[in-house]
């Protein structure tokens, strides 16, 4: 086992989640930072946690290439859904009723085949509003992040796009997808060299403003 010669006096900053999340995590987490910058006297630096997600796809990484090839055995109805806006209850009651259709057993016989193609569907929906964006801004550097970013079909889905479009792409490694600690200190460490720090009246909040 490795051990690093790093210890906690080596720490330059405190950084943590101060928004948005569950109240009583987030108050648990910001008592114990503040305490302990106050103890280590080191500078306090209160992160967003949706921030963080997106600057996880500039942690370190190799992505595996690949192609979405994802089998389509069922087909469902694609919500027409205006602008940039997104609603998935069209699709679901789509599936519903396909469902209500079928013969006792149908589940199970193709659990593999359905999942797939509503898997396949989801992602569908996600890349032609993509595309719909970056046509109306421009825009061609083109992130995901999040826990749906964790998924294969949505991820392989996107760097194909992205290759047949001209984007360049970004995708965070599987183990930055979901909340991670990882992502809160590459946050903090860009705060840090900005020198965006807080103090100790900070306090959490389960909803903010980005």
Request: glycine share 8%.
């Amino acid at each position: 086992m490795l051990h690093s010669p790093l210890t906690i006096r080596h720490i330059d900053a405190i950084a943590f989640t101060q928004a948005p999340g569950l109240i009583g995590c987030l108050l648990v987490g910001t008592q114990f930072a503040k305490s302990l910058a106050l103890a280590l006297n080191k500078p306090l630096i209160a992160v967003h946690h949706m921030q963080a997600h997106v600057l996880a796809n500039i942690i370190p990484q190799q992505l595996p290439d690949g192609s979405f090839t994802e089998p389509i055995a069922f087909k469902f109805a694609e919500p027409q859904i205006p602008a940039l806006n997104f609603s998935f209850s069209g699709l679901k009651t789509s599936i519903l009723y396909f469902l209500q259709k079928q013969e006792a057993g149908f589940i199970e016989a193709n659990l593999h085949d359905l999942c797939a193609s509503i898997q396949h569907s989801i992602v569908t929906i996600l890349l032609k509003k993509l595309s719909k964006a970056v046509l109306q801004t421009g825009v061609k550097n083109i992130a995901i992040a999040g826990g749906v970013s964790a998924n294969s079909g949505l991820r392989q889905a996107l760097q194909q796009m992205g290759k047949q479009k001209g984007w360049k792409t970004h995708i965070p490694a599987f183990e930055y997808c979901t909340d991670n600690a990882g992502m809160i200190a590459i946050t903090g460490y860009y705060k840090y060299l900005a020198g965006n720090f807080t103090d100790l009246s900070v306090s959490p909040t389960a909803r903010a403003e980005w």
